[in-house]
T-cell receptor, first 114, second 113 residues
């Protein structure tokens, strides 16, 4: 069974803390994504990576950074968490060679920043 | 820029009712279009897709037709079940092979027995 696994389903952090969200996929996909999901706003792309060590900013990169040291792993980093980063974070992956639009999503990480 | 607009929810239906969830898009060019579904407590999964104008995507009894003239991709199902209760997202691919998608805001469907 193909899988995208996010390391934590629920996290509670304090303002100013550094937060790491980890994502691992087992499908040998080149593309990996971090989205943020908020009620009434849908999914918004934070960062995208199309290869190891390669990354592109999405629509809302401010306050976030990412790391892709291995093909299967894509990490989202909040350098100094703030309350407006309380949200559901979704990781996804896809093949790069075709316009299939098929993203495989993890179950999400719900982050609460107090 | 490209965007997707879908009807707000929640949509509440009785079992076996007909479902329509409206989706319209704005795009330069002719993007491929998708419907994703998110069941409670799960990540999103692809429900159906249409790669070009006039294509009809279908899966699990759901259908949607890519209509270029009305820039629409409405989701329909003839007879919904309680198990269809979920959030439905319309999306377009603006990134070609990068598969970067723009999602609508999502529509919550609640089906009552």
């Amino acid at each position: 069974d193909v899988k995208v696994t996010q390391s934590s389903r629920y996290l509670v952090k304090r303002t100013g803390e550094k937060v790491f969200l980890e994502c691992v996929q087992d499908m040998d996909h080149e593309n990996m994504f971090w989205y943020r999901q908020d009620p009434g706003l849908g999914l918004r792309l934070i960062y995208f990576s199309y290869d190891v060590k390669m990354k592109e900013k999405g629509d809302i990169p401010e306050g976030y950074s990412v790391s892709r040291e291995k093909k299967e792993r894509f990490s989202l980093i909040l350098e100094s968490a703030s309350t407006n980063q309380t949200s559901m974070y979704l990781c996804a992956s896809s093949r790069r060679d075709r316009d299939t639009g098929e993203l495989f999503f993890g179950e999400g990480s719900r982050l609460t920043v107090l | 820029g490209d965007s997707v607009t879908q009807m707000e929810g929640p949509v509440t239906l009785s079992e076996e009712a007909f479902l329509t969830i409206n989706c319209t898009y704005t795009a330069t060019g002719y993007p491929s279009l998708f419907w994703y579904v998110q069941y409670p407590g799960e990540g999103l999964q692809l429900l159906l897709k249409a790669m070009k104008a006039d294509d009809k995507g279908s899966n699990k009894g759901f259908e949607a037709t890519y209509r270029k003239e009305t820039t629409s991709f409405h989701l329909e199902k003839g007879s919904v079940q309680v198990s269809d209760s979920a959030v439905y997202f319309c999306a377009l691919n603006y990134g070609g092979a990068t598969n970067k998608l723009i999602f609508g805001t999502g529509t919550l469907l609640a089906v009552q027995p």
